[in-house]
């Protein structure tokens, strides 16, 4: 997997856009931007990938670069259920028996 | 809503017993995983299986089996279970329809003692 960057801590304040940034310069033409959060002691939850066109769906949105070296995932109206380690990995989509591996993500906290 | 459950949360055992940790998913889902995670390591895969009664090792198989006799169960096994096995245990299957992403179970963080 291509190597990605990502603050390893954030906060932001209950019902405001938590942005997180994600870098990941080394991506192949081929793979797609993933996220997933992990709360604490659960199981990794899937959040949303992109290629290279900005996605929305009900849990959050992602906003590629048009050099595609650098992503954001967005949370419109953080709660503090969203608190959260979140990782952003970068990977072919068609990969389905191959392992996730996980970098060190961003521990984004919601503040009251 | 796609299901992982796994047998238990939290479990507790004794050196050199032997620990089944049982996954069920019902998606249907032909891949399944188990890793294991630990603080400062992140997820390492120990086995993964892509098919009724086919199995892959992972990254870190040793002192770990698995058995997948029906598409909807992947257990783990540990044989003789030792101290540097604590961890929290984790598994997932692989989504159909393109997108390719990995569902979870809550976990079974497991201590030996």
């Known amino acids: 997997d291509a190597k990605t960057t990502q603050p390893p801590s954030m906060d932001c304040a209950e019902g405001r856009a938590a942005n997180l940034p994600c870098n990941h310069s080394?991506?192949?033409?081929?793979?797609?931007v993933y996220w997933y959060r992990q709360i604490h002691s659960q199981g990794p939850q899937y959040i949303i990938h992109g290629l290279k066109n900005n996605e929305t769906n009900e849990m959050a949105s992602l906003i590629i670069t048009e050099d595609r070296k650098s992503s954001t995932l967005i949370l419109p109206h953080a709660t503090l259920r969203d608190t959260a380690v979140y990782y952003c990995?970068?990977?072919?989509?068609?990969?389905?028996?191959?392992?996730?591996?996980f970098g060190t993500g961003t521990r984004l906290t919601i503040i009251p | 809503d796609v299901k992982v459950t796994q047998s238990s949360r939290y479990l507790v055992k004794r050196t050199g017993e032997k620990v089944f940790l049982e996954c069920v998913q019902d998606?249907?889902?032909?891949?399944m995983f188990w890793y294991r995670q630990d603080p400062g390591l992140g997820l390492r895969l120990i086995y993964f299986?892509?098919?009724?009664?086919?199995?892959e090792k992972g990254d870190i198989p040793e002192g770990y089996s698995v058995s997948r006799e029906k598409k909807e169960r992947f257990s783990l096994i540990l044989e003789s279970a030792s101290t540097n096995q604590t961890s929290m245990y984790l598994c997932a299957t692989v989504g159909a329809g393109g997108r390719n992403e990995q569902y979870f179970g809550p976990g079974t963080r497991l201590t030996v003692t």
């Open positions: 080394t991506i192949s033409g081929n793979e797609y």
């Open positions: 998606m249907d889902h032909e891949n």
């Open positions: 299986s892509y098919d009724v009664k086919m199995k």
């Open positions: 990995i970068v990977r072919p989509a068609n990969f389905g028996n191959e392992k996730l591996t």
